[in-house]
Nanobody, 129 residues
Framework: LVKLVQFGGGSVQAGGSLRLSCTAS????????MGWFRQAPGKEREGVAA????????YYADSVKGRFTISLDNAKNTVYLQMNSLKPEDTATYYC??????????????????????WGQGTQVTVSS
């Protein structure tokens, strides 16, 4: 049974930082793509960042580039999302996700939720101005 368990999140003022983590059980992502998504009320789920487990290549949405960093620790089966310089518009529920396909890299449209078949439980991030 594959399970993704998220930790982190919370409330912070604009300009602050938070770190999210996502630990996988029953699954290793050495040749898979792992992603972080977010969903604000009334909005669609959007891809924030992704990382390929086989080589650590990273992908970012333009809205977070330069502020967020995705990383992974294969030994701990854990992927992280370090979020710096947070803005009120980053407020959302954040989800980690895993693509179970064995790939050579993340797909070009890695930000589409339909490619991911395992999801974490979600964690709230609230940024106040």
């Amino acid at each position: 049974l594959v399970k993704l368990v998220q930790f982190g999140g919370g409330s912070v003022q604009a300009g602050g930082s938070l770190r999210l983590s996502c630990t996988a059980s029953g699954y290793t992502f050495r040749r898979n793509c792992m992603g972080w998504f977010r969903q604000a009320p009334g909005k669609e789920r959007e891809g924030v960042a992704a990382i390929y487990g086989g080589g650590g290549v990273t992908y970012y949405a333009d809205s977070v580039k330069g502020r967020f960093t995705i990383s992974l620790d294969n030994a701990k089966n854990t992927v992280y999302l370090q979020m710096n310089s947070l803005k009120p518009e980053d407020t959302a529920t954040y989800y980690c996700a895993a693509d179970s396909r064995l790939l050579g890299s993340c797909v070009v449209d890695w930000a589409r939720a339909l490619y991911y078949n395992y999801w974490g439980q979600g964690t709230q991030v609230t940024v106040s101005s």
